[in-house]
């Protein structure tokens, strides 16, 4: 009789679920196309994953828009709603950094020099890092598998460390004899990779602060 | 029946007023519909006022003795009252209005029971009181069951909807039971109706207070209520009908509004908050004072009123 009752409250349940499944998709994508980038640059199999990974971006709006709307036909109590309108928003900004990443290098045609590549992988294994546990932060709260707490601190760390990794890769940019307008690119390139990580330590802290409010 | 219109008047506005007090948040906050909120509230008004109103009538019939007249008069007064108070934008309680006008008939008739009036006195201290004491044990004891559920967003939500469902009902069920013997109390005291029949038509008349006028109000007090957490709401509520019921087994009509602001101001203490304006406490107060006070000036003006004759010079 609940089930019946509350039937749009599944839906929306589902839908959050979809979503967060099209997030890992995404992810994923944007990996591959980052590795086969820094494995073979840019060319036809790059150009396909960048595609990819915008389509999956592109769905995870819809999804978006969907459980948005839905929530806004009377689901949930208006204040969950306005919890799980920022969360998503906030989710999001993180495919926008990824796309954003892949484009840069798709329409700059970036070119990433070899004293630095190590260090853009390394930056990409950690932020990358960061955003699979905000996945998982974000789901435990909505499924209640696990006590979100000690991800926050663990995000929060990758967190710093991709700051560091960051200063790192800029400093040893502006120390090289690049081109300053490549400087300039590559210095935007880090930065927006860095940003992956300062976003989801963003959305990680939303869904603590989200969580001890919810506590009576 | 004509004679009874002054008493279904009274307990129409009264359930268009009071109304907000049980379910308005539910309602405002958008978790209910107005209709299907306002369906349950007058159907368990009106149980609350066939099984729980019969002690309440007992004790405002034996304040004092009333003749056919008088009771109409008691009657009229208290919605004079209402309507008076409502228009100064005072938070106005229909059993401090009723037993004002009873007061005020009594003093006419020089026959009063004190030590009824004493009982009603105590609770009309009580209620606030009541309602802040209550909202405190509720609250602790409803967080500590919340959050050894370890509930998900979506299953805290249904179940804080399911609760406040809940406790409205039963928030309507202890309104009828307590406040239906402020509509028809006076017309037991005057022998014109049975018990029974006194529960059926004032419970009926302040469910259909409800059904046809509430919504405007329950929009208006949702929108000045202070800004509660649902969670808070559903305390709120639950504090208020609990203060009530207690109240209509003891046999004391009393104010809704002022259960309903102790328990706000519970909750506040709970979560050291500053929940209620100062504005609104001294308006409360005023009321407190002068709603009875006013009533009973109302009844003796009409009944003076009524015993002028015309003598030609």
Not at chain 1, 146 to 158: A, F
Not at chain 2, 16 to 29: E, F, L, T, Y
Request: charged share 20%; aromatic share 8%.
């Amino acid at each position: 009789m609940l089930k019946f009752l509350f039937k749009k409250e599944r839906q929306v349940q589902e839908l959050i679920s979809r979503y967060l499944d099209n997030l890992r998709s995404t992810q994923e994508h944007f990996e591959k196309a980052m590795d086969c980038y820094f494995d073979f640059g840019l060319g036809e199999n790059c150009d396909f994953l960048i595609t990819q990974t915008h389509k999956f971006e592109s769905r995870a709006d819809d999804i978006r828009n969907e459980i948005i709307e839905m929530m806004y036909s009377k689901v949930l109590i208006p204040e969950s709603r306005g919890d799980i309108f920022r969360l998503l928003e906030s989710i999001d900004l993180i495919l926008t950094h990824f796309e954003t990443v892949l484009f840069m290098i798709q329409n700059q045609r970036l070119e990433v020099p070899d004293f630095i590549t190590l260090d853009l992988r390394d930056l990409m294994r950690v932020s990358l890092e960061c955003s699979d546990l905000v996945i998982r932060q974000v789901e435990a709260y909505f499924k209640k598998t696990e006590d979100i707490k000690p991800l926050v601190s663990t995000i929060d760390s990758l967190e710093s460390r991709c700051d560091h990794m960051e200063r790192e890769t800029v400093r040893k940019v502006f120390d090289s004899d690049l081109d300053p307008f490549e400087k300039m690119q590559l210095k935007d390139l880090v930065n927006h990779m860095g940003e992956i990580s300062d976003q989801a330590d963003r959305v990680s802290r939303s869904v603590h602060i989200i969580n001890i409010k919810r506590r009576m | 029946m004509t004679s009874l219109l002054g008493g279904i008047f009274l307990g129409w506005s009264l359930g268009a007023n009071d109304a907000a007090n049980v379910i308005g948040s539910a309602v405002s906050s958008r978790m209910l519909k107005f209709w299907t909120a306002a369906i349950i509230a007058a159907v368990f008004v009106l149980a609350g006022a066939l099984l729980g109103g019969q002690a309440g009538i007992e004790t405002l019939k034996g304040l004092t003795h009333f003749t056919y007249n008088q009771a109409i008069i008691s009657s009229i007064a208290a919605a004079c009252t209402v309507t008076f108070m409502t228009l100064l934008g005072l938070p106005v309680s229909t059993s401090q209005a009723v037993v004002g006008a009873i007061l005020g008939v009594g003093i006419l008739n020089r026959q009063l029971n004190f030590e009824g009036l004493g009982k009603v006195l105590v609770c009309w201290i009580g209620t606030p009181v009541g309602g802040i004491v209550l909202a405190i044990i509720v609250y602790k004891l409803l967080a500590t069951i919340a959050n050894s559920m370890n509930l998900n967003i979506f299953q805290s939500d249904i179940l804080l909807r399911l609760c406040l469902i809940g406790a409205g009902s039963y928030g309507a069920y202890a309104l009828g039971a307590n406040n239906v013997a402020n509509v028809t109390a006076v017309f037991v005291g005057a022998g014109m109706l049975s018990i029974s029949a006194a529960t059926l038509i004032g419970g009926l008349s302040i469910g259909l207070g409800i059904l046809t006028f509430s919504k405007k109000v329950m929009e208006t007090v949702g929108q000045k209520l202070v800004k509660l957490d649902p969670f808070s709401a559903l305390v709120v509520v639950l504090a208020q009908a609990i203060t009530v019921h207690i109240y209509a087994l003891v046999g004391v009509p009393v104010s809704t509004s002022q259960a309903v602001i102790g328990a706000v101001l519970g909750v506040g203490i709970i979560r050291g908050v500053n929940t209620i304006q100062r504005r609104t406490l001294v308006n409360v107060l005023l009321a407190w004072f002068f709603t009875p006070f006013l009533a009973s000036v109302f009844a003796l003006a009409l009944d003076f009123a009524t015993h002028l004759r015309y003598i030609p010079g």
